[in-house]
């Protein structure tokens, strides 16, 4: 992985109800590299469910177990909360995650740092947020904020993980697929008239011929142009072996 | 939202297996104000099930079903994969989600972009995959490359949505000038055989025919193919002639 190490990031869950969620959010701590798993006060059963789940992850077997928010963070150096919020007369500065994974990724440099999240029903409470140095949002639309959590858990850890760098971008419209997908018939049909194609692996040419098809970005006139040409030139092919 | 307006984009789950994720999935699109999902030969039952929980998702319950990629995608301009691997010998083009979601953002400024999720197990079969334009990877560690679905979802149109200030320049590699001229003029020949050409106006036909070529912006590998299979139909339209 480019970017950041996540050796020094705790990944603490609050309060978690649901096993499923513990667990997704533990695959995509190790699909990330984040191995490091807190819980606080979770749901015993769900919690030891989850934990012994024949195939489960090793992140969340080797998760550590807290009865408060206040030990589980007690060697941090920098302790974070995610809300869906963003009205909510919050005591705390809060961010957008792309920001928020700023201070984070930088943080991480220099010590450990905890990212928290509450539990399925409400979050975080007032009392949770209190142990944060500041809190971070992910930008979801407001008529649809909350997340499930083990996608909030996946997108933060993404974003602290992403290519920060950057490279990028031809503009051009694109011919419609139906059309794309016309030129390859028409095309891998006249191939096969002209004997180029070895019928024993006749399908494996057609795919090969609409993946380069496609790589050809065809703006929309020119599908339309090339369509018409090969369609001469199939009618051709097909006249000349009538003869 | 700022960003990009995502109604123009179709997320389309290929089949899908486990209604559990084709609901986080539904639920992530709708955080992100992603609201047109396409299902492909789903499990019926999974489907069904997911369709009408109680509770369940607007963006699921008007989900599209199609029976194959093809007609999942016909009236997209861009088509796009996403994918795992990072080493198997893809055909295509595979870029990280980090600049592949430029090219989406830029795309969807201009039509209807389908982006491809493959089934659980194994992900996009090499023939779904040749319905795609290019493919697209989360930077996931290589020791655990393969994210759950509903988190794969979330993170890709979270990398759209998400706020970004940056913009450079891409250089891809293209075919020799000699190349594409030769792929110019036996693609000319073949037409003047078949009958395209009007001779009156052949030299103006020959020119909008080499700016069209020359727009197709070949690669190396693909500008070989694509001469030696017009040769092949050359030859056969030649031979047609003598007969």
């Known amino acids: 992985l480019k970017g950041v190490d996540l050796d020094r990031l705790r990944v603490v869950l609050v309060s978690t109800r649901n096993p499923l969620n513990m667990g997704a959010a533990a695959r995509a701590m190790s699909n990330f590299g984040a191995l490091h798993m807190r819980v ?14 024949v195939g489960g992850s090793p992140v969340l077997k080797k998760a550590a177990e807290f009865s408060t928010v206040a030990e589980s963070i007690a060697d941090c150096a920098v302790v974070v909360g995610t809300t ?8 705390h500065t809060l961010r957008r995650l792309e920001d928020g994974a700023k201070l984070i990724r930088s943080a991480l440099r220099r010590g450990r740092v905890a990212l928290l999240f509450g539990s ?18 992910i930008p979801t639309r407001e008529e649809h904020g909350s997340m499930n959590l083990g996608q909030a858990v996946a997108i933060c850890l993404y974003e602290l993980v992403r ?9 051009r419209q694109l011919a419609a697929s139906a059309d794309v997908e016309r030129i390859t018939a028409v ?8 004997g180029y194609v070895k019928e024993r692996i ?19 006139d020119d599908a339309v142009v090339l369509l018409g040409m090969l369609r001469q030139i199939a009618w051709k092919v097909g006249k000349g072996d009538t003869k």
Chains 1, 2 share one sequence.
């Open 40 to 53: 606080v006060n979770p749901y015993d059963v769900a919690f030891r469910e989850a934990k012994s789940a």
């Open 84 to 91: 869906a919020e963003r009205k909510r007369d919050l005591q």
């Open 120 to 137: 399925e029903k409400s979050g975080l409470t007032n009392e949770e947020m209190g142990y944060c140095h500041w809190l971070m949002r």
């Open 163 to 171: 290519d920060t760098k950057t490279t990028t971008v031809t503009k």
């Open 187 to 194: 095309l891998f049909g006249t191939l096969r008239a002209s």
């Open 202 to 220: 006749a399908d494996s040419t057609e795919q090969k011929l609409r993946r380069l098809v496609r790589r050809l970005n065809l703006a929309p």
